[in-house]
């Protein structure tokens, strides 16, 4: 079993930043590869980014790539998602998620364990 906890959301601005991390407890929580997902009111979650088990391989929507990073510090069973250039649209609760397995799926169904969520709210 695998718990993962996010923090960091808030409120910012457009053009702001902000790093959300998410704290993963459980013996073997490491060795998971993990992704991020967003998911707004109304619409499908929606895949955000993932990063393997080791933190050199990393993968991002199209959406978010060039503004949002994702790093990991398994020291401390944690990852980060920095998010820069914020904007409107990037309002929405995120969420980090965990799966055994080294390929990159972009798919929720393919994560195994989820956070509960922190809110990112970005304003015009």
């Known amino acids: 079993q695998v718990q993962l906890v996010e923090s960091g959301g808030g409120l910012v601005q457009a053009g702001g930043s902000l790093r959300l991390s998410c704290a993963a407890s459980g013996r073997t929580a490491s060795s998971y590869a993990m992704g991020w997902f967003r998911q707004a009111p109304g619409k499908e979650r929606e895949f955000v980014g993932w990063i393997n088990w080791i933190g050199v391989s990393t993968n991002y929507a199209d959406s978010v790539k060039g503004r949002f990073t994702i790093s990991r510090d398994n020291a401390k069973n944690t990852v980060y998602l920095q998010m820069n250039s914020l904007k409107p649209e990037d309002t929405a609760v995120y969420y980090c998620?965990?799966?055994?397995?080294?390929?990159?799926?972009?798919?929720?169904?393919?994560?195994?364990?989820w956070g509960q969520g922190t809110q990112v709210t970005v304003s015009s």
């Open positions: 998620a965990a799966r055994s397995g080294g390929a990159i799926v972009v798919s929720s169904t393919g994560y195994d364990y």
